[in-house]
């Protein structure tokens, strides 16, 4: 039982709700902040245990709490919700989250710092534009084969295809769409050339930061992965092992068990979408080209295939490969290929 007061806070945009809770977990009071009184209020306060869901903004208010002396604790929302009695609204909220850091049995989210941000918001960027540009080579191959064209696949592809479609005068495009198909040419090397220059940024950092170096070492996590991976687990700390990780990121079988008889389905997909995807692509590109080779983990991938097929290997790799970059990081270990 905590021996100090908890302060719980509902975050929002302008108007904060806050409930306090005592060592005995009674309430001593609650009341509401506009944004500019939140932490004047809160300096005044003795130190206190003060916990946040994690969600936007809470990083930032997590590191100006902890400048104020308080111990500020993120939760992840989706276990707080199982505190929230009554009906919803802002003090309740802001009282179930009090009540789930009182209780002390949520794993805290890791509060990052403005480095940590910095590196999401490179990632988050460069993926944004990627997705607008796979949009747009759809856009234009469909806008294409309205007139009769069929433009090859992949971007590249498609980027070498369209000066020759714009100078073929025989192929029944009219002056009007020529100009517009003229202006998405235009507009996909813009973005092939912006795409580039962040591609060349996360080349700078995977060179310069020695774990990432460590994480390009495994199979399936290139530039891209090390640098996601990295950002996402911080020093791995929070994590008591390597299967935590993979849970966390939402790569192990979702489990259903009562009376004794436990049932193992598919996998539980949590955490960050993002990169998992970015993972179990890695991991199919490894398991693509297994066949033939002899070191042991191609043996294992070949021997998963066999009983299991091919995409549950993929997905098997990729819960192995962020064991594998757990241990890397969290214990500062590099990786050891094994031939037999």
């Known amino acids: ?125 460069r993926r944004g534009l990627s997705r607008d540009r796979t949009g747009l080579v759809n856009q234009i191959r469909g806008h294409l084969s309205e007139y009769g064209v069929v433009a090859p696949r992949g971007v590249a592809s498609l980027r070498k295809a369209l000066p020759v479609i714009l100078a073929d005068r025989t192929n029944g495009l009219t002056e009007r769409y020529r100009h517009l198909l003229r202006r998405q040419y235009e507009r996909l090397l813009a973005l092939d050339a912006e795409l580039a220059w962040y591609e060349e940024q996360l080349e700078t950092w995977a060179k310069q930061d020695e774990v990432c170096q460590r994480l390009v070492g495994i199979p399936g996590i290139g530039v891209v992965n090390a640098c996601a991976f990295k950002s996402w687990l911080g020093d791995g700390q929070q994590f008591g092992c390597g299967r935590d990780a993979s849970a966390a990121l939402g790569l192990v079988p979702r489990q259903y068990g009562t009376g004794g008889k436990v049932v193992l389905s598919r996998i539980t997909k949590r955490g960050d979408s993002a990169l998992r995807a970015s993972v179990v692509h890695g991991a199919r590109a490894v398991v693509s080209r297994s066949a033939g080779k002899a070191d042991r983990l191609s043996r294992w991938i070949e021997a998963v295939k066999a009983r299991r097929g091919f995409n549950k290997a993929v997905v098997a790799l990729a819960n192995k490969l962020v064991r594998i970059a757990w241990v890397i990081v969290a214990r500062g270990e590099c990786y050891r290929a094994l031939e037999a």
């Open 1 to 125: 039982m905590s021996k100090t007061t908890t302060i719980g806070i509902d975050l929002a945009k302008t108007v904060f709700a806050v409930v306090a809770l005592g060592p005995t977990g009674r309430e001593l009071w609650r009341k509401t902040f506009s944004r500019h009184k939140l932490l004047p209020f809160l300096a005044k306060q003795d130190k206190a245990q003060v916990a946040l869901e994690a969600c936007g903004s809470a990083h930032y208010w997590a590191r100006q709490l902890r400048t104020l002396g308080h111990e500020v604790a993120l939760l992840p929302p989706q276990h707080v919700k199982g505190y929230l009695r009554g009906q919803k609204n802002d003090y309740n909220d802001a009282r179930a989250i009090a009540e789930a850091q009182h209780h002390g049995a949520i794993r805290e989210v890791p509060i990052k710092s403005v480095e940590q941000q910095d590196d999401q918001v490179l990632l988050g960027i």
